[in-house]
């Protein structure tokens, strides 16, 4: 069977990954809205406190690894007591490749590598709902590897770069994500499939999204009853089970469609749909606009 893991991270395609040292020295806190997209980051020296809107702050020591699949408002800083500035990080002093928090003089007393990137999915917000708020790992140290081949790779021209990077960032997502403890995350996909009976389900509904699942077929492959799987499913995974997997079928149309290299009846098959006519008139449901007027706002953008 498929990963539904990995195959979500291959949907949302990752790409133009930014990268930089961060540092800071004395008291400091910098404040920073909401970026909305994916963020990274692991300490390199010292420790720091990070409080992200809705979470409770954490603090980072050496080794360390952070992700923000969404990058919510947050607060960096030296202390939990220490006042906040508000920063852009576009205008952020940058010396010796650095950006610098608090005492401008002196060596740092806390150094971390940060960066960013953009999903180049339509289904973003969908999929990365799926994921946690707030990834914090200690400890890892093929993170740590991962984010430094991010940051070579990323201030470098060398041929094939956006490709390189694309790969790296899936692999860093992934590796992060599977060693996340699902039953301590939101509910989501690693809640999911954290559960073992659940994870079964969410296998079929990823290997065979033509199939025409009922609650009730996919409760009997996860060996429970259709009142304990819906209840189950519903509460571990934040969607009922055939809005999650409604939900799946139309990202992975949205993606056939982006290819341009598919008919509607094929797509129509692939995704559990009888007819091209019934897959529009549930695409259209779902999007907001018919198949074909999706494609022309595609090849508008491209």
Not at 54 to 65: N, R, S
Not at 91 to 115: F, I, K, Q, T, Y
Not at 283 to 298: N, Q
Request: aromatic residues 8%; charged residues 20%; hydrophobic residues 45%.
């Amino acid at each position: 069977m498929v990963d539904p893991l990995a195959e979500i991270i291959g949907l949302l395609k990752p790409r133009a990954v930014f990268s930089k040292v961060i540092s800071g020295a004395g008291s400091w806190a910098v404040r920073y809205s909401a970026f909305g997209e994916p963020s990274f980051c692991t300490m390199l020296d010292g420790e720091c406190i990070l409080a992200v809107d809705g979470q409770e702050p954490v603090a980072l020591m050496a080794g360390d690894f952070v992700l923000l699949p969404a990058t919510p408002g947050f607060t960096l800083s030296s202390s939990i007591t220490a006042l906040p500035v508000f920063k852009d990080p576009a205008s952020a002093e940058v010396r010796d490749d650095e950006v610098r928090h608090g005492r401008a003089d002196g060596p740092p007393e806390a150094r971390m590598l940060g960066g960013y990137f953009a999903f180049d999915s339509p289904d973003a917000k969908l999929l990365v709902s799926l994921l946690p708020t707030l990834l914090h790992l200690r400890g890892v140290e093929r993170l740590t590897v991962l984010v430094q081949l991010v940051r070579g790779e990323s201030i470098e021209q060398r041929p094939g770069r956006d490709l390189v990077l694309g790969r790296l960032v899936e692999v860093l997502l992934i590796e992060a994500l599977r060693l996340t403890s699902g039953n301590e995350a939101s509910p989501g996909l690693l809640r999911g499939l954290a559960d073992p009976r659940l994870r079964i389900a969410l296998r079929y509904m990823h290997s065979d999204p033509a199939v025409a699942w009922t609650v009730k077929e996919l409760a009997h492959k996860a060996a429970l009853s259709r009142s304990a799987f819906f209840e189950r499913f519903s509460r571990e995974v934040g969607l009922a089970p055939m809005e999650y997997l409604h939900a799946w079928r139309m990202a992975l149309a949205k993606n056939l469609l982006r290819q341009n290299k598919v008919s509607l009846n094929d797509i129509a098959a692939k995704v559990g749909y009888g007819s091209a006519s019934s897959f529009s008139t549930a695409f259209s449901r779902h999007v907001g606009v018919a198949p074909s007027a999706y494609l022309c706002e595609i090849s508008q953008q491209q």
